[in-house]
């Protein structure tokens, strides 16, 4: 199982944008091959920080699904809204509680 977190500043007046592009969006990423989990987070300290956490089940998947015309599209649009470059990392579950 691969943990994707994308962390997202927007332009304080381009959040409700990215809101829109996601509510859009979330379905045909939830329903993707090899996607198994989807959320959008907000940063308690920073009101314009949003990050999706998602859980793919291998690299490939993910590779697979960031080469897709719904990636492309998705995060062309959303790129456009950014204040700050995204961070983005991935992790290999290693324990589950």
Same mark, same amino acid.
């Given at each position: 199982?691969l943990i994707?977190?994308?962390?997202?500043?927007?332009?304080?007046? &381009?959040?409700?944008?990215?809101?829109?592009?996601?509510?859009?969006?979330?379905?045909?990423?939830?329903?993707?091959?090899?996607?198994r989990h989807?959320?959008?987070?907000?940063?308690?300290?920073?009101?314009?920080?949003?990050?999706?956490?998602?859980? @793919?089940?291998?690299?490939?998947?993910?590779?697979?699904?960031?080469?897709?015309e719904l990636?492309?599209?998705? @995060?062309?649009?959303? &790129?456009?809204?950014?204040?700050? &470059?995204? *961070?983005?990392?991935?992790?290999?579950?290693?324990? *589950?509680?």
């Open positions: 199982m994707r977190i994308v962390r997202m500043t927007f332009q304080a007046d &381009k959040l409700a944008d990215f809101h829109t592009i996601f509510d859009n969006s979330k379905h045909h990423i939830r329903s993707f091959p090899g996607n989807l959320e959008l987070l907000r940063d308690p300290d920073h009101p314009n920080v949003r990050m999706t956490y998602s859980l @793919w089940e291998s690299a490939d998947a993910l590779e697979a699904y960031r080469q897709s990636f492309r599209t998705t @995060w062309g649009a959303t &790129k456009a809204l950014f204040a700050e &470059k995204p *961070v983005a990392f991935s992790g290999e579950q290693l324990e *589950v509680v």
